[in-house]
């Protein structure tokens, strides 16, 4: 779980920087658990982890630069994990969950980041 916190981080402080309602932040951590699923399903679909992720940009042109920005450590990590693992958790479900919990967290240290 911390390793997921970390990677949520990650992915959270390449995303721009803003005061976020509840439905901003339930969009923000959406697109992040989307990104962990799709980086999961291309390990599942063993997909090369030196192809992962000209695969997964070319495939999702409407992520937002950040998240593209983001996508090589999110690869990194999902690509550590033994496929065992990978095929008994839902990343996607617990990205989201996590960036949910930490929300408030990630965006403090998004703003002293940007400072």
Same mark, same amino acid.
């Given at each position: 779980? +911390?390793?997921?916190?970390? +990677?949520?981080?990650?992915?959270?402080?390449?995303?721009?920087?803003?005061?976020?309602?509840?439905?901003? !932040?339930?969009?923000?951590?959406?697109?992040?658990?989307?990104?962990?699923? !799709?980086?999961?399903?291309?390990?599942l679909d063993r997909v090369r982890k030196n192809k992962a992720v000209e +695969?997964?940009?070319?495939?999702?042109?409407?992520?937002?630069?950040?998240?593209?920005?983001?996508?090589?450590?999110?690869?990194?990590?999902?690509?550590?994990? !033994?496929?065992?693992?990978l095929r008994n958790t839902d990343l996607e479900a617990d990205t989201k969950? +996590?960036?949910?919990?930490?929300?408030?967290?990630?965006?403090?240290?998004?703003?002293?980041?940007?400072?």
């Open positions: 779980m +911390t390793r997921i916190l970390a +990677t949520v981080l990650s992915v959270g402080l390449a995303a721009p920087v803003w005061a976020a309602s509840d439905a901003e !932040k339930e969009a923000q951590c959406a697109l992040q658990a989307q990104l962990m699923g !799709k980086v999961q399903q291309a390990r +695969t997964l940009v070319s495939e999702n042109p409407q992520w937002p630069e950040g998240i593209s920005s983001a996508l090589p450590a999110v690869v990194e990590y999902v690509y550590s994990l !033994k496929m065992r693992d969950i +996590t960036c949910i919990e930490n929300f408030e967290q990630i965006q403090a240290l998004r703003n002293n980041v940007s400072n």
